[in-house]
């Protein structure tokens, strides 16, 4: 079975700073995908960052970067420069290659970007 | 591109009445999901649809949560009774079933329900 552990309830940053959320996993599966999602005040589910289980790279896209560790099975975000409408819930999820490719999410971080 | 559709945007009833929600998937998505996402919490699947097929429904509660996807487009969920549990945002997302380890979900504003 499949886990998504996020530990931090909600973050502060500062403005213009950067802030790493994080997430740690644990599957069986040799083959897998690592997922940020950002859910704004709005509701709706933001595809931020994703990163395969063989990828030999950290995944990054744009002011988002994603700390691949698999060894220690974690996949922290990190967001550099941070903007007031960074503010908002980000969920990191995981979709095992293998049996159902639904996603399975994280419970949550709220970020909060202070000015 | 037109995202995913979802109706209504907010719903509220009383326990031990029926609510449906509809939801229409980025044209030409294959693959449909259900997720049920309650305060404070991340979301959790109820099911998934490959076309007009299910994938998967372990976790959808069978005895009053349904769901239907004819002709492999959109897409229905029903509860019938609602229990005050059921308070929830129910969010529909799609995919399009493309290089399975890069596919992402694409996901609607939600119905926010509330049961009175």
């Known amino acids: 079975a499949q886990k998504i552990t996020q530990t931090q309830p909600g973050m502060f940053v500062q403005e213009k700073e950067a802030v790493t959320l994080d997430c740690t996993y644990d599957t069986s599966d040799p083959s897998y995908g690592l997922f940020w999602y950002k859910q704004p005040s709005s509701g709706e589910m933001i595809f931020l960052i994703y990163q395969g289980s063989y990828d030999q790279q950290n995944a990054t896209e744009g002011r988002y970067s994603l700390n691949f560790q698999k060894a220690r099975k974690s996949a922290n975000l990190v967001i550099s420069a941070s903007q007031l409408g960074d503010s908002a819930m980000y969920f990191c999820?995981?979709?095992?290659?293998?049996?159902?490719?639904?996603?399975?999410f994280g419970s949550g971080t709220r970020l909060q970007v202070q000015p | 591109e037109a995202g995913v559709a979802q109706s209504p945007r907010y719903k509220i009833i009383e326990k031990r009445q029926s609510v449906a929600f509809w939801c229409n998937p980025i044209?030409?998505?294959?693959?449909l999901y259900w997720y049920q996402q309650i305060l404070g919490q991340g979301p959790k699947l109820l099911i998934q649809f490959q076309n007009n097929g299910v994938v998967d429904d372990s976790q959808l509660p069978k005895d009053r949560f349904s769901a239907e996807r004819l002709k492999g487009v959109d897409s229905t969920l029903k509860i019938q009774p609602a229990k005050l549990e059921d308070s929830a945002v129910y969010l529909c997302?799609?995919?399009?079933?493309?290089?399975?380890?890069?596919?992402?979900?694409?996901f609607g504003s939600g119905t926010q329900l509330s049961v009175l």
């Open positions: 997302a799609s995919s399009a079933g493309g290089v399975l380890d890069k596919e992402k979900l694409f």
């Open positions: 999820a995981m979709r095992e290659d293998t049996g159902r490719r639904a996603l399975t």
């Open positions: 044209s030409g998505h294959a693959t």
